[in-house]
């Protein structure tokens, strides 16, 4: 799986990347219910040398000595004029990111997946095999969506941490995405 790339002069190019439990669970007390280091590797080599695009719940979930993350521009969305994070750069609405940049990948969390997934081009869903409790979610993924790959293609891979999991990537069905 590659890199987002710049589609058309002015369109800014959105991808959502996410790990989901079982029932579509990503976080519950601000923090990811699991330990996947496989997951994190393909998070970060997904997102190296991008624009990433956080909720300020996302940006104070992560340990301040992986904040802001490294070889990427990170920008939080809040509606505090007065917020500023050191290595962030502040954003106030979904517009002002799609005005502003050609390219990102959205991390997060539940309320900012679902902000911008009208406007995604790419989604890329780490499925869990692990059942927990939650107090986020996933986005719905409609039929405007198809999985363009899996890996495994069937089964699961094996973590280190002894769980399973499996990579899947969409692509929007077809043209007709929210502007
Ligand atoms: N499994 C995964 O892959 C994954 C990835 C990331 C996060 N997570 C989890 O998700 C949970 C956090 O998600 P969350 O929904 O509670 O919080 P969030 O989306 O990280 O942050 C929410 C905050 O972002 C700001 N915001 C969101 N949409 C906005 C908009 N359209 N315009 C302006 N500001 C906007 C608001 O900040 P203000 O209140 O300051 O206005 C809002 O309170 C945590 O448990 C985290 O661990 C999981």
Same mark, same amino acid.
């Given at each position: 799986m590659t890199g987002l790339s710049t589609s058309r002069a002015g369109r800014c190019s959105v991808g959502l990347v996410w790990a989901q439990a079982h029932g579509g669970v990503i976080g519950v007390g601000g923090k990811l219910p699991w330990h996947l280091p496989e997951d994190l590797a393909l998070f970060r080599d997904l997102t190296m040398g991008s624009t990433v695009v956080m909720g300020r719940r996302t940006w104070e979930s992560l340990p301040e000595r992986f $904040? @802001?993350? @490294?070889g990427r521009t990170n920008v939080v969305l809040t509606s505090d004029p007065e917020w500023s994070g050191e290595g962030a750069r502040r954003a106030s609405c979904v517009a002002d990111v799609l005005g502003e940049h050609d390219s990102v990948w959205v991390i997060g969390g539940a309320s900012v997946y679902a902000a911008f997934l009208p406007h995604a081009d790419r989604l890329v869903v780490t499925d869990v095999d692990v059942l927990v409790q939650g107090d986020a979610w996933a986005p719905a993924i409609g @039929? %405007?969506? $198809? $999985? &363009? !790959? $899996? &890996?495994? %293609? !069937?089964g699961w891979s094996s973590s280190t941490t002894g769980l399973r999991y499996a990579v899947n990537e969409y692509m929007r069905a077809a043209a007709g995405r929210a502007e």
């Amino acid at each position: 799986m590659t890199g987002l790339s710049t589609s058309r002069a002015g369109r800014c190019s959105v991808g959502l990347v996410w790990a989901q439990a079982h029932g579509g669970v990503i976080g519950v007390g601000g923090k990811l219910p699991w330990h996947l280091p496989e997951d994190l590797a393909l998070f970060r080599d997904l997102t190296m040398g991008s624009t990433v695009v956080m909720g300020r719940r996302t940006w104070e979930s992560l340990p301040e000595r992986f $904040r @802001p993350l @490294p070889g990427r521009t990170n920008v939080v969305l809040t509606s505090d004029p007065e917020w500023s994070g050191e290595g962030a750069r502040r954003a106030s609405c979904v517009a002002d990111v799609l005005g502003e940049h050609d390219s990102v990948w959205v991390i997060g969390g539940a309320s900012v997946y679902a902000a911008f997934l009208p406007h995604a081009d790419r989604l890329v869903v780490t499925d869990v095999d692990v059942l927990v409790q939650g107090d986020a979610w996933a986005p719905a993924i409609g @039929p %405007e969506w $198809r $999985r &363009a !790959a $899996r &890996a495994p %293609e !069937a089964g699961w891979s094996s973590s280190t941490t002894g769980l399973r999991y499996a990579v899947n990537e969409y692509m929007r069905a077809a043209a007709g995405r929210a502007e």
